[in-house]
Each structure stands twice: as structure tokens, then as C-alpha cells.
């Protein structure tokens, strides 16, 4: 329930820039409003949905790397429907990063067989599990026509479902409640009102918080039916100040999810790249989605992941649980036992989708169809050790000549996937015992 | 007279003037280009070429080889089979269009199912016909009953990026200048609907022009408005009657898009109101409309 609160809270726009890492990065997310102090530190490090369809039936789970103090977070989110307390709720942070990391970008790295002696490929995985950095940046007659449908408490959460006749009574009861709403708004918040959503307002409880004593933030979940298959991203690019990240984690039960009013485009993978790139994978990855984003003049939705739940190979992560699918929304798949999914009954599919957008270049919610595609893609990234045995049959000959070659393509993969500079790949390979090859 | 003839009866009284040198090169140019222009679906093939060979090549729009390959193979002889068992002279210009149309919107788990979207669309052509004239847009209809059948299918959202969006309507737009006579203006009726009702949408909630704007950079939209709801056979026969049908497919699909969340909804009106063709021509009845000279008759082409 949304009381009078004590301290002014102020609505910031969260800004997300990516930044790949190959240590595992902290959970994360939202696609509304993120509100704080004003004088708070906010790093919301990237916002990342879980959005679990099956039929109508639709869940949303948020997760945000919200680095503020807690109690000053609040979100203000349009959903298609009227929720009931039994349909929302919160998911541990640890499901969702389960999720980022079996569906993360992969580093692979082979060594390469005797040439002598064919066979024995030696592979190990890495995922990059976090992306992410971010900033965030603050933006800026009472209340007509607005009900508050209902008051819930859910954990850390106080929830309220506002629906509203007209954006001004909305936005004097959302100020005067403490939530404090960027210059341009209204507007956008006029357009979901024409359009019958209403609004999932959520701030923390700081009593409630303290009692259950985790000291941050879990995602909060809402689940609801409705033929309306988008994400509403028009709230968090009212003043923005640049590009935002959102990576959506679509689960489905038929195959692949793409957007239906934006170009889905698949990342690159697959290439081999030099062995200093595994130092760097972070970097590596992150300049690549730069230049794919740059490409495709930020007007892509990009597809880093699409898989069978059910397996994966090679594996950034464990395939997640059957209750961890359910937690998220899966519940379609009828186990919510803490055995591994393997598909077996009714199958399940995710598509990790990538995107970089602001108000000019998505100037519409992303609407989302779900393919009866499932053919497997992943984001895979080779790194191949050179075989370093005496060797000196024919074959080892022949295969020490190709090298150079190898390597060169190596290093034009860099630069295509990249933009870097061809000589600064080629110094980095030198220093790391590559020296002229890469030419 | 169709706009070709006057094309061609305007160059051959250039020839006359240009010197005799310029002549012959024009002939020999005219010569290879006359069967190009003759027929608005010649460059309509090679529009729709083009935009294929693109998405191989350059930009993906999503279409894969195997699959275009079996719908333009299974559009052909399907009209080959169906000629010869009604005995009516093969056309292969028709069916290849509702090929390459197919391969640049459908897309499906396995390829095979642009075969069966091939067959059924030219199927329809001869089957579904009311006083020997075909109901339904053969791709269209394919694409609606394939969709109804959730047989593995779904359709191309066709963003194609804004340079290729613009330079495909240009050439869209071009090719319908040429041949203004053949009832092409039902595309600018669908298209200057389609907008007025997104852009009417956007005043209403009070968003911003670049929503409607992205709304119609939909390469599906192109194709559907170039060479679905302006397929002059299945279109009615008088420019009222043109308008009336644009609008309201326009109208139903704008409300199956944003009232009931149908997509793609713009299929599915036109599948839903094609039979209301035949209403609209007997009220504003209009000589039927046959490919180029109607050398021969009753060919369903």
C-alpha cells in the first residue's frame, strides 16, 4: 500500500550501456520508470525481462541491478489488464541469473588435434555471463479520473493497480505519492490510457524489507492474460539521456520469439578469433554488439540465444530447473520438481534478445511474435590453440603452412566483427606469441 | 488503351526524328526492353527478384534459398498441372509473382511447407471461383489458410531497413505509373487509408508522428499493397468500387491489429472481404479485367 512517505522520491530513467565480463556480473532490471533520492546513487546496470508466453497467458519478471538504496526504488509499469494479488510476485535473483548465464554469449576454446594424429579435440566453455554498466540519469488539480483498483503488500513491495481516465490526475497522484515523473511523460502515459492499460505502481517497503532482511532487491513478477504479446518501452525513453540495454529473455513453448514490428537480426557467431581475444572476451563481446547495433543504425533487435531448454551445447551454464522454469512463468511444462528440465513432457524454448534503443530509434513498444522456429542458435565465439607437438609427417607440414592463413583470417574476423583497427589487432596478437601471423 | 501502347507509340515517333545511327541502337535497346514493359507483371518480377537477391546477398529479410526455391517450383507446376487439366493455355507469369511473393513474407519451420503454400494459393485460383473469376489473392488465401492451420508458419514482419523500404515503394510506385491503367490505383486507395488510419491512431493517443511513421516502413505492408490487394483479377471492377474495397480492408484491418491484437492482420481482411468484390461489382459494374489483350479466354492466369 502506498502511504505517504516520508522521503521525496524522484523518478530516474535508467540508462543501460553494456559492457561484457567474463566474471559473472551481479542481477539485474526493468522496463518502466526507476525512481530514487535525488541525491542517490543509482546504477542500474542493464534491464532485463523475462517475458514467459504461452498462449495469452503471459509472466513479466523485472530484475534490476538497482544499486541505490532500496527504499528509495520504485516502478511504474503499464500492464494490458487488471492484476489480482495472487498474480504477482517476486523470484529470486538467482533464477534469472541462471537464466543470463545458460543463455550467455560463449567463448570456446579447442585445441588443435596432432596433425599427425587426427582426432582429440580438447573444448572448454566460458560464458560471458554479465554484460553491463550503466548510468542512470534524473529526469524531471489532483486525481481526476484515476482509481486505485487495489493495494497489495508482496514482499519488499508495496503494489498498487492504478487505472486512470487522463495522464494529468495520474501524473498529480503519482508526484504526490512520491514518485516524481519526468518532463514528457504525460504524454506517453495519455497513449497507454487511450489504449485501456492500466498501471502497476511499485515502491519498497522499508519495514517489510528490514523483516525480511536481504538487504536488496528481489525481481518482481506479474503474470496476466492478454493478446497484447509487447514490452512497454515509451515510459523509460522520456528523457533518457542516450541509448538504453535491454536484453529479454523470451520463453515459449512452440520456438523462437522475434519482434513483429522491428528487424530481428541474429548476431554473428560462430568465427574464430585470436587467443588474446580470451583476456579480453568482455571487451571483444561488447565492441561487437557496438558494431552490429552501428550496422543495423540501431533499428535491430539482436538474437544472442535461441535453444531448447531442454539442453545445450556446449554449455555456458546448467539447463535451468523445472521449478526454475516454473518460477519464471513456465508453468505449462507441468514439473515444478528441482530436477533438471530436459523437455521431455512439454517443451520449452528461450530466446535471449538484445537490445539497444531510445525514443528516436524505437519510437513504438516492441511487439514480439512467437516462431514455430526451433532451430538452435547461440552467440559462439572460437579461440583455436594451435597444435605445439613435434610433428613431421606430411600432414604437420601442411598444416604449419596453413597457419599464417589461419591466423589471418583470425585477425580479419576481429576487425569485421569489431571495427577495431586492423594493426592494433595484429599488435595484440604479436604480444601474445602470435607475432606475424596474423598478417 | 493500355498505357504501354502509348509508351510505344510515343518511341516509335522519337524514332522518326533521331538520326539513323541513334535509331538503330534505340531499336536494339527497345527490342530487349519492349517485352519487359509490355507487361506490368515482367517488372514486377523482376521488383520482386530483386528484393529476393537482396535478401540473399546483402540484407537478410529472413528468406532462405530452399525455401523460395520450393515455392516459386511448387507455384509453377501447380498452375502447369492445373492448366493442363482444365485445358486453358499455361501462363507462368501470374504464378511465378505468387511465388516470389510467398518466398519474401512466408516463413516456416520447413521449407517444404512454401511448397504446400504454393500449391494451395494456385489451387485456389482454379478451384475457388465465382461466375469463372478467382475469389481470393492466391498468396493471400495460402498465407490466411496456413495461418489458420498453425502449421508451422508465420509471416515475415518485413523490415527491410528504411534505404531498402523507400527504394522497394519507389519501384512499387514506378512500375504502377507505367501501367496506371491497370488498375493500380487501388494501391494508393489502401496505402493513403492504411496511413490516414494509423496517423488518425497516433492523434487520438497523443503520440508522437515517428509511430505511425515506423508503422509503415513494413516491407510486408509494400508487398501486400503492390501486389496482393492490387491484383487487378481478384480487385473490383470500377474506381468506386476500388476505393470501397481498399478502405474497408484497411478499415477491418486496422481493427483486427489494434482492437483484437490479430497479426497479421492485413491477410486476413483481405481474405475476409474478397467475396464482397463480387457484391461491389454487380452494384458498380465494371468490363472485367483480363492480363494485357486477352488473347485467351477464360485462362485463369
Known sequence: MIGKVTSRLKVGVALVAMVSQLTAGPAAAFCGFYVAKADSKLFNKSSKVVLTRDGNQTAITMASDYEGEPKEFAVVIPVPTFIERKQIGVVDTKTIDHLDAYTAPRLVEYTDEDPCRPMMAVASVRGVPRPMAMMVQRAGDRYAGVTVEASYDVAEYDVSILSANESNGLVNWLTDNGYKIPDGATAVLGSYIKQNMRFFVAKVNRERMQLIGNGYLRPLQVRYETAKFMLPLRLGTVNANGPQDLLVYALTRKGRVEAANYRTVKLPTGMDVPLYVKAEFGKFYKAMFDHAVERENMRAVFVEYAWDMGWCDPCAAEPLSNKELVELGARWIGDASGTPFRGGGAPAFVTRLHVRYDAKSFPEDIAFLETQDRENFQGRYVLRHPWQGGASCPAAQAYRAELPVKLAKQAANVVDLTGWPRREVEAQMENNGQAGMGR | ?301
Open chain 2, 1 to 301: 488503351m493500355p498505357i504501354s501502347h502509348h509508351i510505344r507509340l510515343r518511341v516509335s515517333r522519337c524514332f522518326k526524328r533521331a538520326p539513323s545511327y541513334q535509331r538503330e541502337e534505340r531499336s536494339v535497346l527497345l527490342r530487349l526492353l519492349r517485352p519487359i514493359w509490355s507487361d506490368a507483371r515482367h517488372l514486377q518480377i523482376v521488383a520482386l527478384t530483386s528484393l529476393l537477391t537482396i535478401n540473399f546477398a546483402a540484407i537478410d529479410f529472413g528468406a532462405r534459398p530452399p525455401a523460395s526455391a520450393f515455392a516459386v517450383a511448387a507455384s509453377l507446376i501447380t498452375q502447369a498441372i492445373c492448366a493442363r487439366l482444365t485445358k486453358t493455355p499455361l501462363d507462368l507469369r501470374s504464378p511465378l509473382i505468387t511465388g516470389l511473393s510467398l518466398s519474401l513474407l512466408l516463413r516456416a519451420e520447413e521449407p517444404w511447407m512454401h511448397a504446400v503454400a504454393g500449391v494451395i494459393a494456385i489451387a485456389s485460383k482454379f478451384l475457388l471461383r465465382i461466375d469463372g473469376k478467382h475469389v481470393f489473392n492466391p498468396a493471400g488465401f495460402a498465407i490466411v489458410v496456413l495461418l489458420l492451420c498453425s502449421a508451422g508458419v508465420w509471416i515475415s514482419p518485413g523490415q527491410w531497413g528504411a534505404s531498402i523500404w523507400f527504394a522497394a515503394l519507389l519501384g512499387f510506385l514506378a512500375i504502377m505509373v507505367l501501367h496506371a491503367a491497370r488498375r493500380g490505383d487501388i494501391a494508393i486507395y489502401f496505402l493513403l487509408s492504411h496511413a490516414a488510419l494509423l496517423c488518425a491512431r497516433a492523434a487520438w493517443l497523443g503520440d508522437p508522428w515517428a509511430i505511425p511513421v515506423h508503422q509503415l516502413q513494413s516491407g510486408s505492408l509494400l508487398i501486400f499493397t503492390f501486389f496482393m490487394i492490387s491484383d487487378p483479377r481478384t480487385s473490383p471492377g470500377s474506381p468506386l468500387g476500388r476505393f470501397l474495397f481498399a478502405f474497408a480492408v484497411a478499415a477491418l484491418a486496422h481493427y483486427l491489429a489494434f482492437f483484437v491484437q490479430m497479426r497479421p492482420a492485413l491477410y486476413f481482411a483481405l481474405i475476409a472481404l474478397s467475396p464482397a468484390t463480387f457484391l461491389i461489382d454487380r452494384i458498380l459494374p465494371a468490363p472485367r479485367f483480363a492480363w494485357n489483350v486477352p488473347a485467351l479466354k477464360g485462362a485463369p492466369r
